[in-house]
């Protein structure tokens, strides 16, 4: 068994590094400095000295020069293989290493100034404005590098001297925004699972770690209902606040669109507009699970003096990485902060909301230079969204300020805002871990509704912009996997995490298993009949909304409107006549493939031409696609339309490696969005005076192009093993 | 080095276990099952299992038949020296071990029953009724046992089967009330650094661990204000309060003296009153510290109902101990308890208090059996301990209930009183780490309060109880090294622990670095006369109090008895005539040699006669003797009085090998308390009527017998280095 193990792990790393060394051959391998898995091994085991093997067997060894590193590691009397003589504990085990050799040349280090001021230990989080300047700066270094051999020694040379979680975020931008990395992020969950997993666990890890070989270590399992109990009302949607997957999927997508940095990582296509929808389609999402939970929809967090009886603990704590999570307790209340790394009032919070209820209102914003800009059209959204997240694309950070970041920085530090007892701030602080705590959706519900003031302000579409003329949808249907027509299947699912990559001092594989929610594949039958004699291009719009709102009574059309996830959105071509599509669950174009969210990057299979979208991993989890629903079945809408896509296409250039795979919620990395529609098309805006009344329903909205379906949500509560993914 | 260091470990094991083996020997040794200083080696590394090698070399081999372990402990490959094949990561080193084999025999294991109910990741702590239960019956096990071997064997084969806490618990109780133990508890600050060091330097102990060699390790070094900052006024006080070796003495008092268990484990002599004696002391030591740090005494937390404006974020959370230490945000308030293991309402908690104070304002309480028991006498205080506490041995618990018990769990769970949240008890509900929290000396002082009252209802002590005729105390002074007289000095001092034996996984020492208060050494020296022509045999009563209250004006003595704190108590033969007795801080009868608070018990040199009170290490820290005072010195009454010992000397048999060192807050364990007066006399009561006035200082109390000099307390703020304490 551990032979036929080395032997896998031996021929991965033929694969990988491109070289052919068998299992037992002691030689050390010098790898191409070009080789472009390198890059993310630098992202494992932060607290480990860049000199230690780093991959799953430990076979890749960094000889980074001696006069780069600590005199305490320099003094190590072996550091290459087989690292016998390491401490008085050889945690790489027993048995000779594969080992291959990268040999890190002296290279000129560049003047890392700000990025120094934060010590290993402290958290690093974009949120924080003096942050915001350590990472633009240690970004723009490694963006400038001009080769990938430099850029990869200058990573390796660099990385013990910078806090860890500041090192992580700059070399994700970095390989996100070169033109000659892999585009794709390490799996954070693996890499840092202090931040996703409960912190009891790690010492079950260390046992497993140390007490067994390999083949015999078992996963370490964590109960599905770990930070609290159904006392509590909220608990109820903790599986969807505290998924692995959405907590990667928010974190990916603020890497992809980050609010400050070098202009080349900021400056992309519509990003105002990606953070207004992404995060208006998170909210909807959890009101779906919500009212699927028997929980009223998500209410805003308006009043910023009174208490937020809300309270979260989230379990994080982890000795190992040096953080104390503090919790928010019951009736915690917001408090002006002043700490060296934030320095916010309440009142300015609500200055900077009251300035931009204004500009929405009057429907024009001022730039810092005194600049009239119209906000009353298409392009208001993206405006919007960078004032008020905001971004560096901010017109006028002095008058609109920062509120959707400083609100998250409140919250986070709402128990200990001057900094008296030495607390680091909660989940809020952070884009990995904000979405744990119920109050991350009641803040986004305020936001969201700054936003729908704006939205609201813009004309309805006319009938006339909304069809597709000559293009009717007849029928629309999802069939589930083995079940009856138009149900949707949801049940748990137990899946492993490797977390070997973050965990120090370790060597081979200890799994962690959670619990998550899961759906049937499913896929969708859609009858479209093009009445012309011509061949058109339509985009295919699917959305997904409950019937019934928290009072047991259907929706209004205006109401439901807010509630609608996006499921799919795929370009189509219609030759005339009759045509059936189908289109499977998995194809989505909003969610990355599974692998992503459980693997590691590289245990993903070598690219082939043809798999070229597997390296894509910004878009929301697969397996949460579709919203719990109830035993009883929840009623839904399925909402399909088929657009004009030749009015809607965007004329530009795509790269053959473009991350179509969930590009709906994250954009089109290095691309123009490639969707002239505004994000949301067509339930963003109010829908026209026909359709609003308080009676009306989603029939009374469609054209001939658009078609509903009555789709029942079934939850089981069924607990299935894990998948056998492939783990290696 | 290398050499030297496992010469001098191969002579010390030697010593520990009598026998000759040499470095390098790797014949195992076989032990005798009867040595001494087996049954300490079970309590480290709690989360390992038993047959993983014990001590600081990792010497010694607990061989358990395989029948007792778990399957897959049974299965690892070789569980015997030289360990090679653990797991993949062979943590204890790569050289090969000396090694001591304790062959265990298959013994009967006695039913284990309650004790299995409490899982091992769950926190225990005799606050808790369920949990008492549990104690009490796996003390009774242990206690039972006939001969050391088989306690030795049980203890082995259980280990495992238990949760660590309870182990650990249950196992102190027992060697402390066999009479086959060595009868001194290893110090829980070594085997259980998470309850008491920053959570956060796990992840530096694992470097030095892993990376280093164990002559080229570091200490962990924690700054002095590591829980907050001086931004919170509480803050001033945290080197008392977080002080490991008073959270130590805690701690060990409350294992000497445990509120429930079996009989011959509680009923101790005088427990009540020392319950009432020593909390009454900790408080007066924290309002000495208070004055010192221009803060006011404490205050009482009476309103139950009100919010409690002090935080505590404790800072332990280490993933390596499974336990989370929920902090107190400010402005908590206490709820009702509805956990499973416990159900208080604070209802509760005001009848029970106002039936205690009824009975104290009437003299006299109701036994279980409707008895009237009188409370207005000397044993009044012992009785009212016991009811307050409440010990077993409460004359009534269902009529006076479990206040002082009940209020360290509601205050506990004031952050999730339903288990909503699933979250564990705040350091108020375990002895070990409630004295970190503010909130500990609100509580008790309250406690304090009700005691007060009793006190207050007994006459005042006569001229004639407090006179000791014809003994005349001419002149008191202390005198520092190297300092001018009267006048004591504290400063900073760091201390290394060492805590490889709480550290799973790991070999070799792990230093950690802590900053504690310190004083110069200082003797007494008292000029007594007995103008008498016989000897007369006295006892010296030592005591300190601060002479400026908060206002900055002076105390009245009414006033400022309270506030007095033991410094020693020690009998002395007088011959007639005039004498000088000189008297050294460190034979103080209310501290233990700093032995105890900073090294574990093994590392305490072989007992030879003249060392056996090195055994004894129930007993206030001896560097928290003297409190911290000002830099510009604060002014304080010494007080000394020598009474008439023949008529307080107790009359029974003392073994050779009693506990003398810290009895004063402790008890002689195993004996009767060696003192017939009243605990804190003679300032245990309000003073007689000429004396009482508000502007009565202590001048007006003494009698010939006594004498007070004005000390000043200078602080001087600078930082010693570790002393060369005997770390092996």
């Known amino acids: 068994m551990v032979v036929l193990l080395r032997q896998f792990l031996a021929s991965l790393l033929v694969l990988l590094l491109g070289a052919n060394i068998g299992p037992g051959d002691a030689e050390a391998l010098v790898v191409n400095l070009g080789n472009r898995s390198l890059v993310p091994l630098l992202l494992e085991r932060l607290n480990e000295p860049v000199v230690l093997p780093k991959g799953d067997n430990r076979n890749v060894f960094f000889n980074v020069p001696a006069k780069y590193l600590d005199s305490r590691i320099r003094g190590l009397t072996l550091l290459r293989p087989p690292y016998g003589m390491l401490g008085s504990a050889s945690f790489v085990g027993p048995t000779q290493l594969d080992n291959a050799t990268v040999e890190v040349p002296d290279v000129a280090v560049p003047d890392l100034g700000p990025a120094l001021e934060l010590s290993r230990e402290e958290d690093f989080s974009l949120f924080f404005p003096r942050h915001r300047v350590m990472a633009r700066h240690l970004v723009d270094i490694l963006l400038s590098l001009p080769t990938y051999e430099k850029f990869l020694c200058v990573s390796a040379v660099i990385r ?22 892999i585009k794709t992020l390490p799996n954070s969950a693996c890499l840092f699972p202090q931040l996703y997993f409960q912190g009891s666990i790690l010492a079950g890890c260390w046992t497993e770690a140390h007490l067994f070989a390999p083949e015999d270590r078992e996963p370490i399992e964590i109960s599905r209902n770990w930070t609290a109990t159904d006392l509590e009302p909220e608990h109820r949607v903790a599986y969807f606040r505290e998924d692995i997957g959405i ?9 992809h669109n980050p609010h400050s940095g070098p202009p080349s990582a900021v400056n992309k296509d519509r990003r105002g507009e990606l953070f207004y929808y992404f995060h208006q389609q998170i909210i909807a999402r959890y009101n779906f699970e919500r009212l699927s939970t028997e929980l009223s929809r998500v209410k805003r967090l308006l009043n910023w003096r009174e208490p937020i009886p809300e309270a979260y603990f989230p379990k994080l704590n ?7 999570w503090p919790p ?35 429907g024009r914003a001022y730039t810092s230079t005194r600049e009239t800009v119209q906000l009353d059209n298409d392009q208001g959204i993206d405006i919007l969204g960078n004032i008020l997240e905001s971004s560096d694309l ?16 409140v919250i986070a530090y709402a128990h200990d805002p001057d900094f008296r007892h030495l607390e680091k701030e909660g989940v809020m602080g952070n884009s990995r871990t904000a979405l744990r705590d119920p109050v991350f959706f009641r803040w986004h519900a305020f936001v969201q509704n700054v936003f729908d003031e704006h939205k609201s302000m813009l004309p309805p579409y006319t009938e006339e912009e909304l069809s597709f003329s000559g293009v009717h949808v007849r029928r629309v249907e999802v069939q589930s996997v083995g079940q009856e027509p138009n149900e949707l299947h949801t049940f748990w699912q137990k899946s492993d995490y490797n977390i070997e990559r973050g965990l120090d001092f370790s ?36 959305f997904l909304a ?12 205006s109401e439901q409107r807010e509630f609608f996830i996006e499921l799919d959105k795929f370009p189509i071509k219609l030759e005339p006549g009759l045509r059936t599509i189908i289109r499977w669950s998995n194809e989505s174009t909003v969610t990355v493939d599974p692998k992503h969210t459980f693997l590691n990057v590289d245990k993903l299979p070598p690219g082939r031409p043809d798999q070229r979208t597997d390296k894509c991993n910004c878009g929301w989890p697969q397996h949460m696609l579709i919203p719990r629903g109830h035993a009883e079945g929840k009623h839904s809408t399925l909402f399909v339309m088929i657009s004009d896509y030749d009015k809607e296409r965007v004329e530009q250039k795509v790269e053959p490696d473009a991350c179509w795979k969930g590009y709906s919620y994250c954009g089109l990395l290095g691309h123009r969005y490639p969707d002239k529609r505004p994000l949301g098309f067509p339930l963003d805006r109010l829908p026209r005076d026909e359709v609003s009344g308080i009676n009306d329903n989603i029939e009374t909205f469609l054209t001939p192009n658009m078609k509903i379906a009555d789709v029942v949500l079934r939850h089981n509560d069924r607990t299935a093993p894990p998948e056998p993914l492939p783990v290696r």
Chains 1, 2 share one sequence.
Do not use: C
Request: net charge positive; no cysteine.
């Open 394 to 409: 901010s017109i006028n950070s002095r008058l609109y300020g920062d509120l959707h970041n400083a609100g998250h920085v």
């Open 507 to 542: 060597s081979g594989p200890v799994l962690v298993r959670v619990t998550h929610l899961q759906h049937v594949p499913f896929f969708y039958r859609i009858q479209v009949h093009n009445t012309g004699n011509r061949a058109r291009n339509g985009m295919v719009r699917i």
């Open 160 to 181: 013990d001297k910078v806090n860890p979680y500041l090192y992580a975020y700059a070399m994700s931008v970095a390989i996100l925004n070169r033109n000659d990395t």
């Open 318 to 324: 982890n000795g190992l990485a040096s953080r104390v």
């Open 247 to 255: 907590n990667l999927a928010h974190w990916i997508w603020h890497v």
């Open 546 to 557: 409950p019937k019934i709102d928290e009072r047991r009574l259907p929706f209004s059309f």
């Open 328 to 362: 928010r307790q019951a009736d915690a209340r917001l408090q002006d902060v002043r700490r060296s790394d934030a320095v916010i009032d309440i009142l300015d919070l609500e200055r900077w909301r009251d300035r931009i209820m204004e500009a929405i209102h009057t």
